[in-house]
Structure formats: structure tokens, C-alpha cells
Nanobody
Framework: QVQLVESGGGLVRAGGSLRLSCAAS????????MGWFRQAPGKEREFVAA????????RYADSLKGRLTISRDNAKNTVYLQINSLKPEDTAVYYC???????????????????WGQGTQVTVSS
């Protein structure tokens, strides 16, 4: 089992930035791809970004590309999501997810992930 805990969310003004963190614990001895998803009120959960275990492969949602940077520190079992130029429509609960995989694989669908965090709220005011 892997436990994921997100942090770094909060209230920010439009145009600001946030860095979300996701700390993994438990059975972290194998290789895991990591992803970020978000869910706004009344909407379905959507893919935001993902990164391979090696960190060499990353993927971003087309609608968010250019404003995001996903990164990881395997020594700390932590993955990060930097979001810049925040907009009110970025308001959502942001979830971290993990999937045991090869070191280069980057899963894009929520169905591919095995473990999920509880989420961290990001609210962007206009």
C-alpha cells in the first residue's frame, strides 16, 4: 500500500502561483509513476499532469500546458506541481495519484492509477 498526502493548496489571487506537493509513504520501494488530477464543483475529475518514475517523461493537459511544471524528488518520495498564472477556473480540489510502473511509463487516465491522496483545495479569486 502507498499513502499519498497533498499539501500546498490555498486561496490565491488570479495571476498568482502555487506549488503543490504530494508526499508518498508506505510501500515506496518500487517504481511509481505519479500524476495530478483536479475536480471542480459539478465537474468530472480531469487529468492535469503526470511524470514517470525516472522524471524523464512528463505529460500535461493541453489546456494547461505552459502554466504547469511537474517534478519529483525520489529521495524524498515527493512529487510537485507548480502552477503559474492561476485563473479562477483553476479552482478545484487537486489530487495526487500513483501507479506502480516501469521507470519511463506515464499514465494519463485516472483509471490507470492505483493510489490516491485526499486532495488539496485550490481556490483562485478574481
Amino acid at each position: 500500500q502507498v499513502q499519498l498526502v497533498e499539501s500546498g493548496g490555498g486561496l490565491v489571487r488570479a495571476g498568482g502561483s502555487l506549488r503543490l506537493s504530494c508526499a508518498a509513504s508506505g510501500r515506496t520501494g518500487r517504481t511509481y509513476a505519479m500524476g495530478w488530477f483536479r475536480q471542480a464543483p459539478g465537474k468530472e475529475r480531469e487529468f492535469v499532469a503526470a511524470i514517470s518514475w525516472s522524471g524523464g517523461s512528463t505529460r500535461y493537459a493541453d489546456s494547461l500546458k505552459g502554466r504547469l511544471t511537474i517534478s519529483r524528488d525520489n529521495a524524498k518520495n515527493t512529487v510537485y506541481l507548480q502552477i503559474n498564472s492561476l485563473k479562477p477556473e483553476d479552482t478545484a480540489v487537486y489530487y495526487c495519484a500513483a501507479r506502480g510502473s516501469s521507470i519511463y511509463y506515464v499514465p494519463l487516465s485516472s483509471n490507470e492509477y492505483d493510489y490516491w491522496g485526499q486532495g488539496t483545495q485550490v481556490t483562485v479569486s478574481s
